[in-house]
């Protein structure tokens, strides 16, 4: 028997469609998606590793982006993979636990390296004279373990409210993996006190970061309106798109799923949403530094000449 709870010692997980001529063609694309993403990441995070040229802050925190996007995705998409193959999708109470802490534990560490990386970018572009000092590896080894500390915290607070619900009778998950809002909504004990706990980590998870970076994006801008040179404007705007871009994908559908009522959201919709940040953004994060950033296609190119020489 599972601890705190009356009779549930596993869930079963409703998936993203229980209609069965879409589970093939849904196993195939997303199947797709996830390869995408392990090769995007991995190829990304061996490209810093291996070319001395992106050992700087910048891919210091974007090799870590990477790795982050890697395990999380590693953590819920084979087990949705498996609702569409699979005619009981069940997780053991603590295997869902275990799910629930990793994911939360990696979301909220890519908030905060999100963050970093926009007061990398700001002091890059507003103080390039004291750069160097600035982001040395001390400081962004003090930045990083902030990150995972932030990642740690909020993901034990989320596990240790959801592991003291009591599930009585009802165990199905509505939902294609195990998450905060579709547990409280099967528990037949929530209270305001859970209730607070998941809305006051997701203000500071979301909220928090999104207050930095947007006060180091103004301040940037400022900066850049006061650069004279069309050029330097244009070089200091395209240093900073790929990871504007990024922001938005992942913060508008984390905000979009968490910080509306579920009468306005219903956890339906929200699937949707946690499924654009859970799956796509991991795959479409590599492809936008790749695609965007010179640094990264010359140290590719380089890279790869290299293996063919050889």
């Known amino acids: 028997m599972a601890p705190g709870n009356a009779s549930v010692t596993e869930f079963l997980l409703a998936g993203l469609t229980d209609q069965p001529e879409l589970q093939l063609p849904l196993f195939v694309l997303f199947l797709g998606f996830f390869m995408m993403t392990l090769v995007g990441n ?9 070319n001395s040229s992106l050992h700087t802050p910048m891919y210091f925190f974007l090799f870590n ?9 590693t953590t819920i998409t084979p087990k949705m993979l498996q609702s569409f193959v699979s005619k009981k999708n069940n997780i053991l109470y603590s295997a869902c636990l275990m799910q629930l802490f ?3 534990f990696f979301v909220i560490s890519e908030s905060f390296v999100l963050s970093a990386m926009a007061y990398d970018r700001y002091v890059a572009i507003c103080k390039p004279l004291v750069y160097v000092p600035t982001m040395s590896p001390q400081v962004c080894l003090l930045l990083l373990l902030g990150v995972y500390f932030m990642g740690f915290s909020g993901a034990l607070a989320h596990t240790l409210s ?21 547990l409280l909504e099967l528990s037949c004990n929530s209270s305001f006190v859970h209730e607070l706990v998941i809305y006051v980590v997701v203000a500071i998870a979301i909220g928090a970061p999104i207050v930095a970076i947007f006060i180091s994006y103004a301040l940037i801008l400022i900066n850049i309106l ?11 705007f395209s240093t900073c798109s790929s990871h504007i871009i990024v922001v938005c994908l992942f913060f508008g559908s984390g905000a979009f799923m968490y910080l509306k009522p579920p009468s306005i959201l219903p956890l339906d919709q929200g699937k949707l949403s946690s499924l654009f ?15 965007r950033n010179k640094d990264v296609k010359l140290a590719l190119k380089r ?4 293996k063919l020489i050889s």
Request: glycine share 6%.
């Open 102 to 104: 990793f994911f939360c």
């Open 303 to 306: 890279t790869l000449g290299m």
């Open 277 to 291: 940040y859970t799956v796509v953004v991991p795959m479409l994060n590599p492809l936008i530094y790749s695609l």
């Open 226 to 236: 006061h650069i004279p040179s069309t050029e330097g404007k244009s070089k200091a």
């Open 65 to 73: 982006l990477s790795l982050i996007d890697f395990c999380y995705s």
């Open 162 to 182: 959801m592991a003291s619900l009591t599930f009585c009778a009802n165990n199905l998950v509505n939902h294609f993996m195990c998450d905060v809002l579709p």
């Open 42 to 50: 991995l190829g990304l995070i061996t490209l810093i590793g291996l």
